[in-house]
């Protein structure tokens, strides 16, 4: 299989009249003038290199490093600042930087004087043009960034899920002659058929996704750990629709004492807490209100 591949490429090569040291020829020699530039190969979030690559100007600062003598309870000892500006206020601004590989061996960045939004397919004229190569650095450090859990990674990652899930769909009131000119129309044996079906799926309809999520914020204002069961028992919900907002609010424990249970997670957490509290002043401060009135009524009296 190996010499019948070879051979189909030396045939190629024939079609296209160059043989392989003319090929080598047109190629070129890499340009390895920067072979000693110690570069990091870093890898950033998605969301975080979106953004940057939203900058065309050159020489803007993107944010700072800081490279501290004691690490962090992670073992990290850099982080990263990015520049707290309007266009930056969607995303986490604090970073750590985790060494994931000290001594990188044999990894090259290249680059190429081609125009990289240019869009070239193999088997074009283009592609088989020699384009200046050059190296422009050697891998020496291999780096993960990540964002720091700060209170405002959690605010912004909490209002990027309540954003994405925010119901879209409005409410358009019809007028009484053409709700009935369209059930006319639709038929009495269709208005059955439909009755009896929103009967059967009363049990399992699904809710509007925020009445859900506050319902099981409600849930475990009452008790920090559920089981899915006991939820499903509880919101009386699709089991599939259940899990799908399960998993952006709360965290399934995979081992302790609550093991298989759901919890809610840390950036919810705290605003249901704070809910919760907010809920029993308000009932003090009824209550007080309801002493304060049976007293007067008792000095009335």
């Not at 979030?45 to 800081?66: I, N």
């Not at 073992?75 to 000290?102: C, F, H, W």
């Not at 960045?109 to 990289?116: A, C, K, L, T, Y």
Request: charged share 35%; net charge negative; aromatic share 8%.
């Amino acid at each position: 299989m190996g010499q019948s591949d070879t051979e189909t490429g030396a045939k190629a090569d024939v079609r296209q009249g160059k043989s392989e040291s003319e090929l080598e020829d047109e190629l070129g020699e890499v340009n390895m003038d920067e072979l000693g530039n110690k570069v990091w190969l870093v890898k950033v979030p998605a969301f975080l290199a979106e953004k940057w690559k939203q900058t065309h100007e050159d020489g803007v600062q993107l944010g700072k490093m800081r490279i501290y003598e004691r690490p962090d309870s992670s073992g990290s000892n850099i982080s990263v600042l990015v520049n707290d500006t309007a266009e930056n206020k969607d995303i986490p601004k604090e970073y750590r930087m985790q060494v994931s590989n000290e001594r990188v061996r044999n990894m090259f960045i290249f680059s190429e004087s081609r125009d990289p939004r240019a869009i070239v397919k193999p088997t074009s004229i283009e592609a088989n043009k020699a384009v200046p190569m050059a190296i422009t650095g050697t891998v020496h450090h291999e780096c993960t960034v990540t964002p720091t859990y700060t209170d405002e990674y959690k605010r912004i990652m909490r209002k990027r899920v309540l954003d994405r899930h925010k119901n879209a769909r409005k409410v358009q009131p019809m007028h009484s002659s053409e709700y009935s000119r369209s059930m006319l129309t639709a038929g009495a044996d269709m208005f059955d058929t439909a009755q009896k079906k929103a009967k059967t799926d009363s049990r399992m309809a699904r809710m509007e996704r925020q009445d859900l999520m506050n319902l099981i914020f409600a849930k475990f204002e009452k008790f920090p750990y559920w089981s899915f069961q006991g939820l499903l028992e509880e919101t009386r919900q699709p089991t599939a629709y259940l899990r799908e907002v399960l998993a952006d609010i709360a965290r399934l424990n995979k081992s302790g004492p609550y093991v298989n249970t759901y919890s809610l997670k840390p950036e919810f957490r705290k605003a249901s807490a704070e809910a919760a509290k907010a809920k029993a002043s308000a009932e003090k401060e009824s209550d007080d209100d309801l002493d304060i009135d049976d007293e007067d009524d008792f000095e009335d009296a």
